[in-house]
Every structure is written in structure tokens, then in C-alpha cells.
């Protein structure tokens, strides 16, 4: 019971952290749209943005780890053995130093490598996380198919929200550049206007999924 209240408690850190601070980037970020602001003070939100950004990355990383230790403790017939969690802490840590990496040095050739290798791994685990939780219901295992095995789905979701958001970020930045170089005018303005509603929508769908999750999580609802 120990070993699963620290799961839990560590579980419940990981939403407040990852969907908390993640609030901060969002508000950080469309300030920087607004027009009204000197060019140097909307550089200075969106940095701050960037920065604070790393946080929520970690979370979002650590959900998969701290996910399924929890679920170890939730399901009898779940037991993963050492081998199998160390291999999924080697994967989390190397995850964790591409995607944070990355994300801190995009203004660095081997930063933005780190990206598209990021880029690539979620889209390869949030698919893969989608196919667990169908194979789950359709009994096939590896998870009964009840709460767990739809969080694992809803999780895998996510993945790809997020990876929506950074896709849809791509030319935002360039209008963002357009911004610094040529200082500001009307198609600038609409382009970094369109390109932040576009990008929002999945963040918006992205904070959906996370309290949707944590939800089903939390009360168990399905299964």
C-alpha cells in the first residue's frame, strides 16, 4: 500500500506540474501576439514562454514511467519484471534528454536534430499506445480492459495533440522571424495571429485530454 500511495502522490504532482505550468506557456505566448507590444517585450514573453515550457515537458515524459508503476499496483494481473522497467527507464531518460534537449537548443543545429528525433518517437508512441488500448479491449491484453487500458489511449491521444501543436508552431516561428527581421506589419500580424489560433486549438484539445484522463484516473469510471 506504500509503494502505491507514492505512485499515486507522484501521479497526482505530474498533473499539477505538466497541465499548471503549461497554463503559463499558453498565456505567455499569445501575449506575445498582441500587436500593442513593443517587438522586443512580445521576444521577451515568448521567450519566457519557451522557458517555462521545459517543466511541462518533463511532465509529460514522466507520465509514462510513473503511469505504469501505478498501474502495477492497481492490477493483480499486471506485473511487469525488472528487465521490463528498466528498459522503460532506459527509454524514459532517453526520451527525456531528446525531448528537453531539443527544446532548449533550437537555435542549435544538433537542437533541432534532437527535435525531429523527438517528433518521430512521439508519433511512434502515440500511435503504439492507441493499438495497446484497442488490443486491450479486444482482450488481447496486455491490460484488462477497463480504466487503465483507456488512460493508456487517451495518453497515446495526447501525444499526438502535442505533436499537432508543435507542427502547427512551424510557421508561427517563421512568422515570428519574418517579426524580428522586418519589424511589424499587417501580414506579418495575420500570420502570427492565424498561425497561434491554429496552434491553441490542439493545446486546448491537448488540456482536454490530460483532464479527461486524470479524471478517469482519479474516479475510475470506466471498468
Known amino acids: 500500500m506504500a509503494d502505491y ?6 501521479h497526482i504532482c505530474m498533473f499539477v506540474f505538466w497541465l499548471g505550468t503549461d497554463m503559463g506557456v499558453m498565456l505567455c505566448s499569445k501575449k506575445s501576439t498582441d500587436s500593442n507590444l513593443g517587438v522586443e517585450a512580445r521576444f521577451q514573453m515568448l521567450e519566457m514562454a519557451l522557458k517555462i515550457e521545459l517543466l511541462p515537458r518533463v511532465m509529460w515524459v514522466m507520465a509514462l514511467p510513473f503511469g505504469v508503476h501505478l498501474s ?3 492490477l493483480p494481473d499486471f506485473n511487469p519484471n525488472v528487465v521490463v522497467l528498466s528498459m522503460m ?10 525531448n528537453v534537449g531539443g527544446a532548449a537548443n533550437l537555435n542549435e ?9 523527438n517528433r518521430f518517437i512521439v508519433a511512434s508512441l502515440g500511435v503504439g499506445l492507441i493499438l495497446v488500448s484497442i488490443s486491450s479491449y479486444m482482450s488481447y491484453g496486455p491490460f484488462p480492459a477497463n ?3 483507456l488512460k493508456v489511449g487517451l495518453y497515446g491521444l495526447i501525444n499526438l495533440t502535442i505533436l499537432g501543436i508543435e507542427i502547427a508552431f512551424f ?3 517563421l512568422a515570428y522571424e519574418r517579426l524580428a527581421n522586418e519589424g511589424s506589419n499587417p501580414e506579418i500580424e495575420s500570420s502570427i495571429t492565424g498561425g497561434m489560433g491554429l496552434t491553441l486549438k490542439w493545446v ?4 482536454i485530454l490530460i483532464f479527461i484522463t486524470a ?4 474516479t475510475k469510471i470506466v471498468g
Open 204 to 207: 486546448h484539445a491537448t488540456y
Open 109 to 117: 543545429p544538433w537542437g533541432q536534430q534532437l527535435s525531429k528525433i
Open 171 to 173: 510557421p508561427l516561428g
Open 215 to 218: 479524471f478517469i484516473g482519479a
Open 147 to 149: 480504466f487503465v487500458a
Open 72 to 74: 502495477a499496483q492497481v
Open 5 to 10: 500511495e507514492i505512485w499515486k502522490f507522484l
Open 89 to 98: 527507464w532506459l527509454f524514459t531518460l532517453a526520451w527525456l534528454v531528446i
